[in-house]
Each structure stands twice: as structure tokens, then as C-alpha cells.
């Protein structure tokens, strides 16, 4: 979803990618999407600020029912008092779901392979930190009647086609820092009860998973630097050297750059990657890091997957936005 785009197609696109996961979500964005009065109200926030999932998340904050019709949504929005407002400009959507690491580990298995020493992962736009465990789950993957299964932990579950480089073991991680605008403390209730908030109102295996996550962070709380990615990621990387192989990674992140600053994280990463720093494993909208999506070409995902993972600018496999499903590219 693009976030830089009309608002009426920004909703009607989020509608889309919620249907036949949240109901709820699906019929508010399409209701929002052909009503003038409320894309009023949206059009007083900053732009990415009026993000459907930041929207939604302030509404329910603030007592909205989820799932519930679009009528209570409307009626809240525009009899607002200034306390949903002042949610969304405080707050981001840090949805920090730990669910994309099933899709995400072969991708470091690979970049494992070239080192014999532990990863030293590096997460962009960590949020609270929950991606940067891979270690600590058992990953159950499944497709045309095989599965595979690995590691220990709670279970991380994900469809699959292609011929996916299911890895022999769990990468052994030496070093986990993050870096993100607001990071979130795993032991800072509000915060996580605001991560609980941003998953959608049907998803309950989501918000349990979440939990557990947390559980599995705050006992051993990840290294997280306060600061914009494009300043602080080389410093970060070159501190990361010192505990193993680098790698830097990130999912569903740089959508909320600016397209200028798209270009000037690529052109970071390529730089890095080519002098060795490090690996770069990108999880992105298909529109969002153009160069890696056209290494691609014309494959049509088999599953539900709308993003595109990439290894060091490279495509190796389409993706769902949380982890479900992965389709490794031949």
C-alpha cells in the first residue's frame, strides 16, 4: 500500500488487503474510502499520519468497538474532542509482528552460509524489538502435503511453495540491535498494550502470538538506538562487525519513507553490501523498493503474498505482509 498516495485509493487498496482477514477493517476502509466528510477530517493530519491502520488503531484506543459497524468508526471521528487526533499524532504504527521471521529466516540462513561466526542482526525500524529473535522459535513450514519443521519455542506457522532453502538449523545469533524514530520497551505496558491495539480486531492468534513474543523479548530486552535509519545505520553496522556477520534487515519499513528517501536507502544498502558490511534482507510492499521487485520479473506469486523478500538487492521469494504464506522464487 502506498502511503504517499490519493487518500481514496490509500483506503480502498487497505480494504482490499483486508479482506477475508478482518471484516471489520475491510468494511471501515471502503466506508471511509466514499465518504466525503470523513476524508475532510483526514485530510487535517500530516500524510502519513492518515494512514487506515494508524486511524483505526487511535479509534479502538479510544473505546470504538472492533469488530463493529463503520457507524460507530464515523460517529468518533468526526465528533472527536482532540483525544483521537492527539493519538495519532503521538503515536505510529509500529506493528511489530513477529510472524514475517518464518518468512524471514531462510532468507538468514543464506546469508549465514559465507560466515563461520554467529549473525549479528541489525533490524530497521524495530519497533520493540520482536523480529530480532530469530533463535527462539520453532518454524513449522507447510505446503503440497509436506512440512518441515525447526528450532523450539512458540510455533511460527507459514505456507509455502516454491523450492524453499528450508535451512538445516536455526542461524546462531552473537548480536541484536534495532534501530527506530520511537523505540517501544517490551517492559513498558502502555507500550505494549498499544502493539496489541495495531493488530486487527478479528486476528486473536495474532494478538496471542504477540504476547508471547513479548514474554520472549523482555527476557533479554535487544539492543534499540532512538534515531532516523539513514543517519544511524552505518555507525550501528560498523558497531555490529565486532559479534559476528551483519546482517541488516527490515519489513514493511521504508513504505513510510518519503520517495526521495527510498532512494537513499537503497543506494545505502547497495553501498554497504558491496563493501562487505554486511547482508541486506529487505520485506517490502512490491512498489516500494522498485529495484529489488524488477529482479523478480513476471512470476505471479501461488500464495497470498504481497510482498517481495530480497537478499543483498536481490528478489528470492514473494511474501504475506505477516508471515503466512512465502513463495521462494525458482
Same mark, same amino acid.
Given at each position: 500500500?502506498?502511503?504517499?498516495?490519493? *487518500?481514496?485509493?490509500?483506503?480502498?487498496?487497505?480494504?482490499?488487503?483486508?479482506?477475508? !482477514?478482518?471484516?471489520?477493517? !475491510?468494511?471501515?476502509?471502503?466506508?471511509?474510502?466514499?465518504?466525503?466528510?470523513?476524508?475532510?477530517?483526514?485530510?487535517?493530519?500530516?500524510?502519513?499520519?492518515?494512514? @487506515?491502520?494508524?486511524?483505526?488503531?487511535?479509534?479502538?484506543?479510544?473505546?470504538?468497538?472492533? @469488530?463493529?459497524?463503520?457507524?460507530? *468508526?464515523?460517529?468518533?471521528?468526526?465528533?472527536?474532542?482532540? $483525544?483521537?487526533?492527539?493519538?495519532?499524532?503521538?503515536?505510529?504504527?509500529?506493528?511489530? !509482528?513477529?510472524? =514475517?521471521?518464518?518468512?524471514?529466516?531462510?532468507?538468514?540462513?543464506?546469508?549465514?552460509?559465507?560466515?563461520?561466526?554467529?549473525?549479528?542482526?541489525?533490524?530497521?525500524?524495530?519497533?520493540? +524489538?520482536?523480529?530480532?529473535?530469530?533463535? =527462539?522459535?520453532?518454524?513449522? &513450514?507447510?505446503?503440497?502435503?509436506?512440512?518441515?519443521?525447526?528450532?523450539?519455542?512458540?510455533?511460527? $506457522?507459514?505456507?509455502?511453495?516454491?523450492?524453499?532453502?528450508?535451512?538445516?538449523?536455526?542461524?546462531?545469533?552473537? &548480536?541484536?540491535?534495532?534501530?527506530?524514530?520511537?523505540?517501544?520497551?517490551?517492559?513498558?505496558?502502555?507500550?505494549?498494550? #498499544?502493539?496489541?491495539?495495531?493488530? &486487527?480486531?478479528?486476528?486473536?492468534? =495474532? =494478538?496471542?502470538?504477540?504476547?508471547?513474543?513479548?514474554?520472549?523479548?523482555?527476557?533479554? @530486552?535487544?539492543?534499540?538506538?532512538?534515531?532516523?535509519?539513514?543517519? !544511524?545505520?552505518?555507525?550501528?553496522?560498523?558497531?555490529?562487525?565486532?559479534?559476528?556477520?551483519?546482517?541488516?534487515?527490515?519489513?514493511?519499513?521504508?513504505?513510510?519513507?518519503?520517495?526521495?528517501?527510498?532512494?537513499?536507502?537503497?543506494?545505502?544498502?547497495?553501498?554497504?553490501?558491496?563493501? +562487505?558490511?554486511?547482508?541486506?534482507?529487505?520485506?517490502?510492499?512490491?512498489?516500494?523498493? @522498485?529495484?529489488?521487485?524488477?529482479?523478480?520479473?513476471?512470476?505471479?506469486?501461488?500464495?497470498?503474498?504481497?510482498?517481495?523478500?530480497?537478499?543483498?538487492?536481490? $528478489?528470492?521469494?514473494?511474501?504475506?505482509?505477516?508471515?503466512?504464506?512465502?513463495? #521462494?522464487?525458482?
Amino acid at each position: 500500500m502506498e502511503l504517499f498516495g490519493d *487518500l481514496v485509493e490509500q483506503y480502498a487498496e487497505f480494504a482490499g488487503h483486508a479482506a477475508g !482477514e478482518s471484516p471489520c477493517f !475491510e468494511a471501515w476502509a471502503r466506508g471511509v474510502a466514499g465518504d466525503e466528510a470523513v476524508l475532510a477530517w483526514l485530510t487535517r493530519l500530516p500524510r502519513l499520519k492518515q494512514q @487506515p491502520n494508524l486511524v483505526f488503531a487511535a479509534a479502538r484506543w479510544h473505546g470504538v468497538p472492533a @469488530p463493529g459497524s463503520y457507524a460507530g *468508526l464515523r460517529r468518533a471521528l468526526l465528533a472527536d474532542d482532540g $483525544a483521537i487526533e492527539a493519538t495519532i499524532l503521538a503515536r505510529s504504527t509500529q506493528t511489530n !509482528e513477529v510472524g =514475517r521471521l518464518a518468512t524471514l529466516l531462510p532468507a538468514f540462513a543464506i546469508a549465514a552460509r559465507d560466515a563461520a561466526e554467529p549473525l549479528a542482526l541489525v533490524e530497521v525500524g524495530a519497533s520493540a +524489538g520482536l523480529c530480532l529473535y530469530p533463535d =527462539r522459535y520453532r518454524y513449522r &513450514w507447510h505446503g503440497d502435503g509436506k512440512e518441515h519443521a525447526l528450532g523450539s519455542g512458540p510455533e511460527l $506457522a507459514c505456507e509455502v511453495a516454491g523450492p524453499v532453502p528450508v535451512p538445516a538449523a536455526v542461524p546462531t545469533v552473537g &548480536w541484536r540491535a534495532g534501530i527506530d524514530l520511537h523505540p517501544l520497551s517490551v517492559r513498558d505496558p502502555d507500550a505494549t498494550a #498499544w502493539l496489541e491495539t495495531l493488530v &486487527w480486531p478479528e486476528q486473536e492468534d =495474532r =494478538r496471542e502470538r504477540l504476547r508471547r513474543a513479548v514474554e520472549v523479548a523482555a527476557a533479554e @530486552p535487544a539492543y534499540l538506538v532512538q534515531g532516523d535509519l539513514l543517519d !544511524e545505520l552505518p555507525a550501528l553496522v560498523e558497531e555490529a562487525q565486532a559479534f559476528g556477520r551483519v546482517v541488516v534487515f527490515h519489513s514493511a519499513v521504508v513504505v513510510y519513507l518519503e520517495p526521495a528517501e527510498r532512494r537513499r536507502f537503497t543506494d545505502l544498502m547497495t553501498g554497504l553490501v558491496a563493501s +562487505g558490511a554486511c547482508h541486506w534482507v529487505s520485506n517490502e510492499g512490491r512498489r516500494v523498493l @522498485p529495484d529489488v521487485t524488477a529482479t523478480a520479473g513476471d512470476v505471479t506469486p501461488l500464495l497470498d503474498c504481497e510482498f517481495v523478500l530480497g537478499l543483498d538487492g536481490q $528478489a528470492h521469494a514473494f511474501t504475506h505482509g505477516h508471515g503466512r504464506a512465502l513463495h #521462494w522464487l525458482g
